[in-house]
């Protein structure tokens, strides 16, 4: 997996690095271009795969692909500021603010969230201007006050209230931060293809949950130098998580259980779905 | 012309009354309901009248109207923010930061941003799919690092460089930091009816430029009170504006001339784009 991995990061690196020069120097596409590399690339790999399997042209796929990892950017920074997480780490490097500061770390995460837009309606992306149009309709639900920022209000709320959140109430959370953009990203293929998007529909609702579940599990048995960021916060704070709420064993027994109906929901697609399965037991296996 | 700008206003708080109560109750649907209100809808009216131009139906030009209102309220409560130009007043009241809190106003501004794409790609809105691909593509490009973000970060740069502004300088940030999504907006009809925006285009680069200069105006004659935010800050901060770098008989000639050439630009449209010219004359006659 990590080879597939590294291979979508180049095709999405390469990709940025010519869609940033076409920006012209500003004072804040230094900072863009640092919030957009590194990375896993999880969210392109889904793109790229699930437009694989409908037949889709990967020079039109990488565009989509590149949104969501636009996306996904734009919202570290904004998560890592001092108003908001506070993380001076991310991908082992200095946070945005860090390294520059909260008013360009502000920007840069503004507009990365529209250039993932751009991307996603790009004429050279999806075919059918319909393709392009649901895509888009699609992310802008997906990143916002019903889904990604929901999440992360939920989150922030959650910190300052006396009540531990429920499992229900962190797996409602969990759904808009993490899983909305998830379920765009492996579904984009059948929204290109104009394809029937439920069986990648329900992939992506098992990748995500057991994709956070992971997440809270690496937070408690990772330490910082390896993970790239600040680990054990949550406990720190005294944050219910799926390993607080279910105990370690009981967490990883079922993002394990998950991964097995993420693969099951594959079946339509046979032996051509195995990389997306790969990425599922990749998903709860990683370190960082 | 008020009366035009009061219909809109009353149109679109509507509109938005019933998008919003469409989203759950969360930490930040308050604050959301909070910042899309008031403002003089000067851009909805833009959107409205070029759709009418067109023989768009006003039920699916409301989607765009409001979304290009929804981006312009997220602009305003991020550059609100302490970090960006630290305003504590918008239209006579508290900004987002004061009356919540930081988070909450990055989240709000994150969230409205999202809100103004899902709206602009609404089936309801634009009819054909081709028509909202179009007007979510180059809304990104109005909004994103090549247009309204750019202004803001050059305009920031601005204060701490030792060097003014030239005119050339302050009217390259200006084209991004309102003309973008005024030249959207005024263009949405003609991109709706996929009709040539060519004159609404001229019409638009005209009318945003003599806004600009017209805030330059405002910010040196009026007074807090009654323009509902802090004003003479450029003065003070040393900011070269079209006022300080024209005087302002030679600033208010200019936006004149201006308003002039925008209503030359609407001549194929007849009598039937006169409140247009209403409001590019309005423009520079505002008091707020």
Same mark, same amino acid.
Request: aromatic share 4%.
């Given at each position: 997996?990590?080879?597939?991995?590294?291979?979508?990061?180049?095709?999405?690196?390469?990709?940025?690095?010519?869609?940033?020069?076409?920006?012209?120097?500003?004072? %804040?596409?230094?900072?863009?271009?640092? =919030?957009?590399?590194?990375?896993?690339?999880?969210?392109?790999?889904?793109?790229?795969?699930?437009?694989?399997?409908?037949?889709?042209?990967?020079?039109?796929?990488?565009?989509?692909?590149?949104? %969501?990892?636009?996306?996904?950017?734009?919202?570290?920074?904004?998560? #890592?500021?001092?108003?908001?997480?506070?993380? +001076?780490?991310?991908?082992?490097?200095?946070?945005?603010?860090?390294?520059?500061?909260? *008013? *360009?770390? /502000?920007?840069?995460?503004?507009?990365?969230?529209?250039?993932?837009?751009?991307?996603?309606?790009?004429?050279?992306?999806?075919?059918?201007?319909?393709?392009?149009?649901? $895509?888009?309709?699609? $992310?802008?639900? =997906?990143?916002?006050?019903?889904?990604?920022?929901?999440?992360?209000?939920? +989150?922030?709320?959650?910190?300052?209230?006396? +009540?531990?959140?429920?499992?229900?109430?962190?797996?409602?959370?969990?759904?808009?931060?993490?899983?909305? $953009?998830? =379920?765009? @990203?492996? *579904?984009?293929?059948?929204?290109?293809?104009?394809?029937?998007?439920?069986?990648?529909?329900?992939?992506?609702?098992?990748?995500?949950?057991?994709?956070?579940?992971?997440?809270?599990?690496?937070? /408690?048995?990772?330490?910082?130098?390896?993970?790239?960021? @600040?680990?054990?916060?949550?406990?720190?704070?005294?944050?219910?998580?799926?390993?607080?709420?279910?105990?370690?064993?009981? @967490?990883?027994?079922?993002?394990?259980?998950?991964? %097995?109906?993420?693969? #099951? @929901?594959?079946?339509?697609?046979?032996?051509?779905?195995?990389?997306?399965?790969?990425?599922?037991?990749?998903?709860?296996?990683?370190?960082?």
């Amino acid at each position: 997996m990590q080879d597939h991995l590294t291979a979508v990061s180049d095709q999405v690196n390469a990709h940025f690095e010519q869609i940033l020069s076409d920006i012209a120097d500003s004072p %804040i596409s230094g900072a863009m271009r640092y =919030a957009v590399s590194g990375g896993k690339r999880v969210r392109a790999l889904l793109v790229l795969e699930s437009a694989r399997l409908h037949n889709v042209d990967s020079a039109r796929a990488i565009w989509p692909a590149c949104a %969501i990892e636009a996306m996904h950017a734009y919202s570290l920074v904004h998560d #890592d500021l001092p108003c908001m997480d506070d993380d +001076d780490l991310r991908r082992g490097q200095p946070t945005v603010h860090v390294k520059w500061d909260e *008013t *360009t770390a /502000v920007l840069v995460g503004d507009a990365l969230q529209s250039l993932a837009f751009e991307l996603t309606m790009h004429p050279k992306g999806a075919e059918t201007a319909e393709a392009r149009a649901n $895509l888009g309709f699609g $992310l802008a639900r =997906a990143a916002g006050a019903q889904g990604m920022v929901l999440g992360q209000a939920l +989150d922030i709320a959650a910190e300052t209230s006396p +009540d531990q959140l429920t499992l229900n109430e962190i797996t409602t959370l969990q759904a808009g931060k993490t899983g909305a $953009l998830i =379920a765009w @990203a492996a *579904t984009a293929g059948a929204v290109m293809a104009q394809a029937d998007s439920a069986p990648l529909q329900a992939y992506a609702a098992a990748v995500g949950l057991a994709f956070q579940i992971q997440d809270d599990v690496i937070d /408690v048995t990772g330490d910082s130098a390896s993970v790239g960021k @600040a680990v054990g916060k949550d406990a720190i704070a005294g944050k219910a998580t799926f390993v607080s709420l279910l105990g370690l064993d009981e @967490a990883k027994r079922r993002a394990s259980d998950l991964v %097995i109906s993420a693969c #099951d @929901a594959l079946s339509l697609y046979g032996q051509e779905a195995d990389t997306l399965r790969q990425l599922a037991h990749f998903v709860i296996s990683r370190r960082t």
